[in-house]
């Protein structure tokens, strides 16, 4: 059982830059692969970022990729994400999510363990 701790999010202008923090209990963080994921009102939850246990190759939405950088800290148990450049359309609720292994995937329905939220909101 993992559970997760988004925090970080807020109010900033376009063009700003935000670094959201997730914080994991139990001792086996080290062994998931971790992503973000983002909801906006009236939208799907989408993929935005993956990373595996080793943090390694990372993997990117296109529209975040040259802006965002994902990382870990396994010895803190924590997720990052640095957010740069914002725009009004990264508006959304952002979450951290576990994977079901060990490595980095894009898939929503395959990673098993989900934090509540962190709301992110970028002002024109």
């Known amino acids: ?5 988004e925090s970080g999010g807020g109010l900033v202008e376009a063009g ?24 906006a009102p009236g939208k799907e939850r989408e993929f935005v970022a993956a990373i595996p246990w080793s943090g390694g190759i990372t ?21 990052y994400l640095q957010m740069n450049s914002l725009k009004p359309e990264d508006t959304a609720i952002y979450y951290c999510a576990a994977g079901s292994g060990r490595y ?17 909101t ?3």
């Open 1 to 5: 059982q993992v559970q997760l701790v």
């Open 16 to 39: 700003g830059s935000l670094r959201l923090s997730c914080a994991a209990s139990g001792r086996t963080f080290g062994t998931y692969g971790m992503g973000w994921f983002r909801q």
């Open 59 to 79: 993997y990117y939405a296109d529209s975040v990729k040259g802006r965002f950088t994902i990382s870990r800290d396994n010895a803190k148990n924590t997720l």
């Open 104 to 120: 980095a995937t894009r898939e929503k329905n395959e990673y098993k363990y989900w934090g509540q939220g962190t709301q992110v």
């Open 122 to 124: 970028v002002s024109s």
